[in-house]
């Protein structure tokens, strides 16, 4: 007997020991096998909390055992690499599956190593240099390292199972494998991007730190090379590599990339995409109008908000509970935000991208980058209502509500630590993107009591939710321009988050193995 046991609830405070007793009363019989297949909480009723759950259970005890993937024939095999260009979710994935086809495998990084990274962060968040190839956007693991670590999507792909038991394989925490809305945390995440890039470089794989794309050499249609530019301190140096097939998995800031690849000719397009600040609010506040009074007993509370009360959508976006607003810039003289949190989510403030949807229609011109320099201008408004030095312009939400530039804080403190400072956030956000915050914000608090909190803060400006652009592919996940061009993950348009990108890295990689062995597209 194998049965799967649905809506089966366990109060607030019971350990989890007790499912087994659960599924048996319901059974009526013992189970020397019980796994929990989904946990959620159920949290409508404050005064009866509790988690619900999903449970797969057996008369008998279960193995599970994967079936070893075939690898690409040795006669099949190319001479030439794949060149993996970007080392976030899509590329890592990408990498990871090709080199488990037995493919060869180059993968080319523009920033540094993850743990140079963190360095670099912290000095440039305390203050010093912005290192434009070294920060939250550029670097190994990609943007996402220095996010909240959600896993959770809106997606329905076959592989997205595949990329939660592969995190687990490197270090995740085995309850992402259960949990309504898995998190790794900022700092999971790195230590399991090390241990990928471990495996790569372990399994016959090549990995280059401080290597950008600066150009692709095409023939009758089909990319044959790259030329890659090298970083050595404050040493450049130019390479040309051949190679079988190059992945673009480059992220969704990799401007330069995105202007030399339409100049080769790329088909691309421009991309609706959302702007607009941080909120932060008291975590203590957001687990009280969450949960109630038994917020302390629970994880930090989340939410997601969306309004129609103006003509534009406004929503929030990548929420992090118990974390702190991070400066995301990746160009000089632009101010960037971004939300991370760690694995305990146990900072003083929750915080959350509030955005409104931006399209083609709201960019003059007719360039696939409109987009791009539309963010550019938002984030070099910011940076001049910031005072410069990276400062980020800052707005407690009762004062914008009345069109007037803050002069005290109230409860609620700012965690962007580059000195952040007051300003009327008029001077950088769009009109209509300023009077849809505003009906946004009194319209979300219906629903999320304090919400609209005078005194919660804030932080612009969020640019950076997803990729300005497309890089067209067809079925076979190539370019429908250049062949051996694979455009994958959030940054070429075809992702938004850690686990979706990872997904369609493994989907590129498996359109690569059908190609190359003649299996046919490979797609899942």
Known sequence: MKKILTDVRLPLGRPEEELRRIAEKKCRMRLPYVRILKKSLDARDKDNIRYIYSLEVSDRPQREERQPLSRLPRSLCPERPVLVVGSGPAGLFCALRLIDRGI????????????????????????????????????????????????????????????????????????????????????????????????????????????????????????????????????????????????????????????????????????????????????????????????????????????????????????????????????????????????????????????????????????PLAGVEFQRRLERAAFSAGGGRYSAPVQLVGDFLRDRESSRLGSVAPTYPVSPAFADLRTVLPPFVVSALKAAIPDMDRRLKGFAAPDAVLTAVESRTSSPVRIERGADMQSVSLRNLYPAGEGAGYAGGITSSAADGLRVAEAIFARLGGFGDGQK
Not at 119 to 127: A, C, P, Q, V
Not at 138 to 159: C, I, P, Q, R
Not at 167 to 179: D, K, T, Y
Not at 226 to 248: Q, T
């Open 104 to 367: 060869p495998v180059e993968l080319v990084e523009r920033g540094p190593s993850v743990e140079e990274r963190a360095e670099k962060i912290g000095t440039f968040s305390r203050g010093g240099a912005l290192d434009t190839e070294g920060n939250v956007q550029f670097g190994e693991g990609g943007a996402g390292t220095f996010s909240d670590g959600k896993l959770n999507t809106g997606t329905h792909a076959a592989f997205n199972r595949e990329v939660l038991e592969t995190f687990v394989s490197f270090g995740a925490p085995e309850e992402i494998l259960w949990l309504n809305k898995p998190h790794i945390g900022s700092d999971n995440l790195q230590k399991i991007v090390v241990a990928m890039r471990e495996y790569i470089i372990n399994h016959g794989g090549r990995v280059a730190f401080n290597a950008r794309l600066t150009d692709i050499v095409a023939r009758d249609g089909a990319v044959t090379g790259a030329r890659i530019s090298r970083r050595d301190g404050a040493a450049l140096s130019e390479e040309d590599r051949e190679v079988s097939a190059i992945v673009l998995a480059v992220g969704h800031s990799a401007r330069d990339t995105f202007a030399m690849l339409l100049s080769r000719g790329a088909a691309m397009s421009r991309k609706d995409f959302a702007v607009g600040v941080r909120i932060e609010h008291l975590q203590s506040e957001i687990g009280l109008a969450q949960y109630g009074k038994a917020f302390s007993l629970l994880p930090a509370a989340d939410y997601r908000l969306v309004s129609h009360a103006s003509e534009r959508a406004a929503f929030t976006f990548c929420m992090c509970p118990g974390g702190y607003v991070m400066p995301a810039a990746s160009e000089e003289g632009g101010v960037v935000t971004n939300g991370m949190s760690n694995y305990a989510r146990d900072g003083i403030n929750a915080n959350s991208a509030l955005v409104v949807q931006v399209s083609g229609g709201d960019f003059p011109g007719d360039s």
